[in-house]
């Protein structure tokens, strides 16, 4: 039982290899998944991944940031660090899902964005900034789920939807507790008591109201065919809003923090 | 030459000297290392080597580029769900130090004939951070100037998010996000000015999201810190790379204009987008 762990275990959790990847939950969700790629500006970041797929009946836009299965992989997708590449390509998706009233699924799991001299160069807060000032008028609904670790503003632009889940093993934070302990202790080896005071777990922050839902860790079949049907349900109750109704209950969402 | 022809002072005879100089009357830019004259430095707290526009407090700001300012929500404060002491200590320092309640000063300003919103960050309110209640008066600030169609100048100043009040910093990113998108929906106009810091989620938010972005001279902009790049990938970056003129020259910023101008600047753009924009 996860909530038998420490937050700090939860951290580790979330973290874990074994966790499920972005890419192998994007097919089990999808009947048929096509990826897109390129942000039609400078490049295609390997760290987002992007596409149309079928879930259940219709299609729907998918995007997530994924980490690698293994140290080649992790390599190339900088770890699940996103460069303004990504968000661009991410963004970019987003608004064509818009144009074609495709509703939009995220999935994160990316300690942040990445912390690079050309991210930098490329503008990585500019890039963010968009995700979230576009984001957040998207005339479609907007599913974010947050799968292994949420970090920080590199999490958030993909998890301004109306509505935010997390899975059981999953963290979600403003940066990670070693980094937390570096700033306020000088000291990383006290991630663990960092981890503990930062509120990062799926029950804190839904009972802080941060995040709508916890989601049964995706381990097998029957988790799988339950988080897709939790998404099926959702997306059906959100297509039946009014885009005017569904604009100002995210706002109303966002407006109370 | 015999070398007796100059004898070097002795170090009391420098120390003695030293005491007939007052302190502060020599300043050090802590960008381009140049030691001046204290009064150099002028009215606008200028580098007159470099250009490069020492910190502010708001206050301060305010009176340099409006000609009348009336603050709103001067008595909003950081939630009473942090109790942390060491916080709290911070807060009451920082409200001390600044005469602000948070890390920025916002309101209704004039300048002329133009009247527009105008929040100005202030660095030395803890680094300018983000805490809830500053995330709270910039949203209010644009939800004001959407309702009375005013046009909103922000001065941004900020080390990011305000690790304090952890996730709750991360949630302002996105709340004032919506605020600035209804303002721009409703056709108004954002000028951003980008002083010295501008990072982490500050930047990563309102401060690029303004339909005009403005810098000084030599401001640090940036997303992630220097030294989180170095420890986290060990890349070196160069001496320049978040300065506002790297950041002009990679496309980020409209246009950098020198403190002594901002005013004329600014009023400038309010006259040429008087009429206002198509709401849509």
Redo the contacts between chains.
């Keep these: 039982m996860s909530s038998s762990l420490t937050a700090y275990e939860r951290v580790l959790a979330a973290r874990k290899a074994s966790k499920i990847s972005i890419q192998t939950l994007i097919n089990g969700l999808c009947d048929d998944f096509m990826a897109f790629h390129g942000d039609r500006a400078a490049g295609d970041d390997p760290a987002v991944i992007g596409g149309i797929g079928l879930l259940g009946e219709q299609p729907v836009t998918v995007v997530g940031i994924q980490k690698g299965d293994d140290l080649a992989e992790n390599n190339a997708r900088h770890f699940g660090c996103a460069e303004p590449e990504g968000y661009r390509k991410a963004l970019r998706l987003m608004t064509q899902a818009e144009k074609f009233q495709r509703p939009i699924v995220a999935l994160i799991n990316t300690p942040g ?1 990445f ?3 050309d ?8 890039a ?3 995700c ?3 984001g ?2 998207l005339k479609v609904p907007y599913i974010s789920v947050i799968v292994g670790e949420g970090g ?2 590199g999490a ?2 993909l998890a ?1 939807g109306d509505t935010v889940w997390m899975f059981e093993n999953s963290v ?4 990670s507790p070693e980094g ?1 302990a570096t ?2 202790w000088k000291d990383s080896r006290k991630a663990p008591e960092a981890a503990e005071q ?3 777990t799926p029950e804190a ?1 839904k009972a ?1 109201g ?1 995040i709508d839902r916890i989601i049964p860790e995706v381990i097998d079949a029957a988790s799988l065919a339950s988080f897709k049907q939790a998404l099926c349900q959702k997306l059906q109750q959100l297509q039946a809003q009014s885009v005017p109704e569904l604009l100002s209950e995210r ?1 109303a969402r ?2 109370q ?1 | 030459m015999p070398l007796s022809k100059f004898t070097a002072p002795t170090s009391k005879e420098i120390s003695f000297r030293m005491d007939k100089i007052p302190d502060h009357i020599w300043r050090q830019c802590p960008i381009c290392h140049q030691s001046f004259y204290e009064k150099k430095l002028g009215q606008a707290g200028v580098c007159p080597e470099c250009g490069y526009g020492f910190r502010l407090g708001a206050q301060k700001r305010v009176e340099q580029v409006a000609d009348q300012f009336k603050p709103i929500d001067v008595d909003l404060k950081a939630p009473a769900q942090f109790q942390d002491a060491k916080y709290l200590a911070k807060l009451a320092k920082a409200r001390q130090v600044t005469e602000l309640n948070e890390s920025v000063l916002t309101g209704i300003a004039r300048t002329g004939k133009q009247c527009f919103g105008l929040g100005v960050m202030d660095s030395r309110f803890i680094m300018g951070s983000l805490g809830s209640a500053t995330g709270e008066k910039i949203t209010r600030l644009f939800e004001k100037c959407t309702q009375e169609k005013l046009p909103v100048i922000l001065f941004t100043a900020s080390g990011g998010a305000r690790m304090q009040e952890g996730i709750h910093s991360l949630m302002q990113m996105a709340k004032i996000s919506q605020a600035v998108a209804e303002h721009s929906v409703a056709g108004l106009l954002y000028v951003a000015v980008l002083t010295d810091p501008t990072t982490g989620g500050v930047t990563a938010s309102y401060a690029m999201q303004a339909d005009i972005i403005l810098s000084e001279p030599r401001t640090l902009i940036g997303f992630a810190g220097r030294r989180v790049i170095e420890q986290t990938i060990h890349q070196k970056p160069p001496v320049d790379f978040q300065r506002a003129e790297t950041l002009l020259k990679h496309g980020f910023l409209d246009a950098i204009v020198p403190r002594a101008e901002l005013k004329t600047t600014l009023a400038k753009l309010l006259r040429w987008h008087q009429k206002g924009g198509q709401a849509e």
């Design positions: 964005a912390p690079g001299v991210a930098e160069y490329h503008g990585q807060g500019s963010i900034a968009q979230l000032l576009t957040l008028k920080s503003g958030l632009a301004v979600y934070s403003i940066l937390y700033i306020l930062m509120g990062l922050l802080a941060i706002r966002y407006r923090f």
